[in-house]
């Protein structure tokens, strides 16, 4: 009789673990398993790098963990094993010092190579300086009379859980950041409160909002598109709601949207004069 | 004998609370150090449920953001300071005067004393949750600007931490009087079991950084309560500084959570494969140096905060340069389980699993070195898996290994294999479970600290979220595990295990209130 009430009830528990698994692929998530390869020619480089020490890992991982394996089945006192005694060679103990340094050296130097590449923000096409805030991200385009702010477009309702979730849940904006496809592309960033992070994975690099000091990075969108990230420091209860959404436009788009975006702007702050 | 008739009737243990108070006995100091880190563990496991159930899936169900960030720091703070060290410390009470045949800690009193500043100081730390405003939020490494925002909690944080480090500080200075002064005659320092060799390191190491963090908290105090600007650029401070200051002590802090785990390790190995360690003195190099590179990498937790190129390239070369003798290490522990005579009790499978997961952990830090990938890494669930695959399979394991491995000698009871090995397999796969799709979502794009997600991570947080109750359910096992071998079991021999090498095992078993009051002659 209980034996028949506990089988029911793990069926249920079953049936609900089945349900959730078969509710998963409404998301599709399953493959979000590695870094994006991203869009400029950094996040190429940085991805490859990754890729590279993952399979060297992989490899003395393989190494290694297959001759403890092989010891754990073979040496075992059950099948009758005997210990031998041997201990300290300092010859193994020079060739497992030097092989490894030498796997590191030869990370480190394409490593080195991606890193200046990344570190050299010179002959920028344009600049646009990111300062984030308690939590929100405002854009100003040096040299052009433009400059906004971008929220969270995601409705509360969603967050909530009284909507459904849309697909960008958390990642839509009010004002994406619009920068000229294949362009250099150079942001300051500086924060107003506390320290922030400006992330897009498919860019292939974050860095530190921090105030009172100006940071420097730089951006080349190989191609037209909308890019998503969000905020990587945590900065205090609204951390998890500043997202970031840059859209590569083509070099003529992007015109047109800047003189859209400059005339909007202007009649704006005519607006502004004439009721003050 | 017979002249110590006269005295040894205040030698037995006092009963009741007042022993526990009054105590200056190693054992007994030891004994409430272990079991303060496995209630402060239930306390830091209960938080990160928290945090595993709010993100079972995407969207706010069951607290608010703020209290979300709260949950963070506060695991954090409580199982680095309350559970891993105290926990260590535990065992180097119970096991450093044993392993060098020494009577007791070489200052008991104040064995004491550092004990009894943790209650207070946790209580403190923990009460801040009910403070005006809540508990700090800003994650446990407590940034500033961010961490000035705190309410109320933040004199009270500030203290706490203080406590802690005194009580670190003090323990340390005992570890290091008792192995350099008290070692029996014979006991040459490279003669001494790995695990008083790595914890006379560690505790260099936690005398060299705590009064860094005391340092660096002193200043948020000022900052906030008394006008300084160390840390504030609008009065010609630096935020950035901050983290250097906190990170030099917070990288060998690392290390002061691994190396004993490292000591405990080198012991089991070598007992459940009856043979002796493979390379004695180059792990006690290894450590050495790993102790002193600790010291010179602080800077690759925050290569995004803008650095000159020259301190990146040097903090990337320093940081692999880390991976030589933590490479050491793990093949020695291999080479000793090769040709051995292997069996597979509790605390071997622990140990096991350690040098497995633990050397996962070090390949997801190998791949954090590398400056320009850790630009995409940094900050995000992937550093989450790694620290937590060093800290929880590494450091949490082996003291759970050392507990298991020891427990008979304590006790004079052998513990329930069977449980045991239910233990050992439900920790291991669940630990799995738990934190590899954490190194999934992280690489994809998921930040560290934040309460809700976009879509596409929902699958592998589930799947995370499982493992952690499966992970909290299975370490209560272990304190029942435990308790039942304190009321009874098997009797353990003296030597309790086959090939157990060293002076503890010549003791009997339950270790008398006071050993080696005659010093051992060791040869």
């Known amino acids: ?78 099948k009758g094993a005997e210990a031998s005694q041997f201990h300290e060679s300092t010859t193994v103990e020079i060739i497992w010092t030097i092989i490894p340094f030498l796997i590191l050296v030869g990370m480190a130097i394409p490593a080195t190579g991606t890193l200046i590449t990344m570190e050299d923000t010179a002959q920028a096409d344009m600049t646009v300086k990111v300062t984030g805030y308690q939590w929100k991200w405002h854009y100003q385009y040096m040299d052009e009379d433009v400059d906004f702010y971008s929220n969270l477009a995601t409705p509360t309702d969603q967050i909530q859980d009284r909507q459904e979730k849309d697909s960008d849940y958390l990642r839509e904006v009010d004002n994406r950041l619009v920068v000229p496809a294949d362009s250099k592309v150079r942001l300051l ?24 000091f100006v940071n420097e990075m730089w951006v080349k969108i190989e191609e037209p598109g909308v890019y998503r990230g969000q905020c990587a420091e945590l900065c205090g209860r609204g951390h998890g709601f500043m997202p970031i959404v840059v859209e590569a436009k083509s070099p003529e788009a992007y015109q047109q949207w800047l003189q859209q975006r400059k005339t909007a702007q202007a009649e704006t702050s005519s607006q502004v004069a004439k009721a003050e | ?49 928290v945090i595993r159930t709010e993100l079972f899936q995407p969207g706010l169900q069951v607290v608010d953001p703020q209290f979300f960030n709260q949950m963070t720091t506060m695991h954090g703070l409580i199982m680095i300071f309350g559970a891993i060290m105290p926990a260590f410390v535990g065992l180097a009470n119970w096991q450093v005067p044993m392993m060098v045949g020494a009577p007791d800690m070489a200052l008991p009193r104040m064995n004491n004393l550092s004990f009894w500043i943790l209650p207070f100081a946790f209580v403190m730390l923990v009460g801040t949750l009910f403070m005006p405003g809540g508990a700090p939020a800003s994650g446990w490494t407590i940034y500033p600007p961010l961490v000035l925002q705190t309410g109320a909690a933040l004199p009270f944080l500030i203290f706490a931490i ?22 029996a005659p014979g006991m040459t ?141 793990v093949f020695n522990w291999v080479a000793t389980m090769y040709r051995g005579s292997m069996t597979f009790e509790t605390p071997m499978l622990f140990a096991i699993a350690f040098v497995i997961l633990f050397t996962i952990g070090g390949f997801s830090g190998l791949m954090l070195a ?65 934190f590899f799709p954490q190194h999934f979502v992280g690489l994809a794009g998921m930040p560290r600290r934040i309460p809700d997600y976009a879509l596409q991570f929902t699958q592998w947080n589930q799947i995370s979220t499982v493992g952690a109750f499966g992970f909290g359910i299975a370490q209560v096992l272990f304190g029942y595990i435990v308790w039942k071998a304190v009321r009874g079991g098997a009797k353990a021999t003296d030597e309790v295990w086959e090939g157990a090498k060293g002076l503890e095992w010549q003791v009997p078993s339950p270790a008398p209130y006071h050993t080696f009051e005659e010093a051992p002659e060791v040869k």
């Open chain 2, 370 to 434: 590398i400056t320009p990938a850790d630009f995409q890494y940094h900050d995000t669930y992937f550093v989450v898996a790694h620290f937590h695959y060093v800290l929880v399979p590494g450091a949490l394991f082996s003291i759970i290994a050392g507990v298991y491995y020891w427990l008979p000698k304590w006790t004079g009871h052998m513990y329930d294999e069977t449980l045991g090995k239910w233990h050992f397999w439900l920790s291991a796969i669940f630990v799995n479970v738990l």
């Open chain 1, 189 to 212: 960033l500086t924060s107003g409160d506390v320290i922030h992070a400006w992330w897009v994975p498919d860019l292939g690099m974050k860095k530190d909002a921090i105030p009172g």
């Open chain 1, 1 to 78: 009789m209980s034996t028949l009430r506990l089988k029911s009830r793990l069926r249920a528990l079953l049936t609900g673990a089945v349900a959730l698994v078969a509710a998963g692929p409404a998301y599709a998530g399953w493959d979000a398993l590695n870094m994006p390869k991203g869009v400029t020619p950094i996040s190429k480089e940085v991805f490859d790098l990754h890729m590279l020490i993952l399979w060297i890992c992989v490899i003395i991982g393989v190494v290694v963990f297959g001759a403890m394996i092989y010891s754990i089945i073979r040496f075992r006192k059950s």
């Open chain 2, 189 to 329: 320092l490279m003669k001494m079991p790995l695990f008083v060799w790595t914890w006379l390191i560690t505790a260099f190491l936690l005398i060299a950084v705590m009064p860094v963090l005391a340092g660096a908290v002193t200043m948020l105090l000022t900052d906030k309560f008394f006008g300084t600007s160390f840390f504030n650029a609008g009065g010609g401070g630096d935020p950035v500084m901050y983290q250097h200051i906190f990170w030099f002590f917070g990288h060998p802090e690392v290390y002061i959570m691994i190396l004993p785990a490292f000591g405990i390790i080198s012991q089991i190995l070598p007992t459940f494969s009856r043979k002796p360690l493979f390379g004695y003195t180059s792990m006690v190099y290894a450590t050495a140096s790993i102790a002193f590179l600790s010291f010179i990498v602080w800077a690759h937790h925050m290569f995004t905060v803008g650095m000159p190129l020259a301190g990146e390239l040097f903090f990337m070369y320093a940081t692999l340069l880390i991976a030589v003798p933590t490479g050491v290490k």
């Open chain 2, 162 to 183: 203080h406590l802690m480090g005194l009580s670190s500080i003090m323990g340390a200075i005992n570890i290091i009087a008792t192995i350099l002064n008290l070692r």
């Open chain 2, 1 to 49: 004998m017979s002249e110590a008739v006269g005295h040894d009737t205040h030698h037995g243990p006092p009963s009741g609370i007042l022993r526990w108070v009054f105590t200056t006995n190693h054992k007994d100091i030891g004994t409430l150090y272990l079991v303060t880190a496995f209630i402060m563990l239930m306390i830091g496991g209960l938080m990160a449920l």
